[in-house]
């Protein structure tokens, strides 16, 4: 059951993925899908922050999938942070002449 459980709630995050992706990637999103947006990822690492610590747990029965849900939180909070911390252009222009002199 814990495994379900946990392989449930990443495909949640998958298809909130794919939702970002085709409304914040390859559209301009609207206020109310930016909206939609922070609550909705707000719910989903708390979700998924928890999944990890219970998953820690030594005795957890689905320990094998604390790398997965790991990248989870990452790939999640990326998509936090490209909506609603996003970098502004200096910010960018000033890293991309540090990786690319010249």
């Known amino acids: 059951m814990a ?21 914040f990637i390859l559209k301009r999103p609207t206020a109310e899908q930016r909206a939609e947006h922070a609550m909705d990822v707000r719910i989903l690492l708390l979700m998924v922050r928890w999944l990890q610590a219970t998953l820690a747990d030594p005795a957890s029965p689905a320990r094998e999938l604390l790398p997965r849900v790991a990248a989870m939180i990452r790939l999640l909070e990326d998509c936090w942070q490209s909506v609603h911390e996003p970098m502004d252009e200096a910010e960018a222009e000033m890293l991309l002449s540090e990786v690319f002199p010249g």
């Open 3 to 23: 495994r379900r459980n946990v392989e449930s709630t990443l495909a949640a995050c998958d298809q909130f993925r794919r939702w970002h992706r085709e409304n």
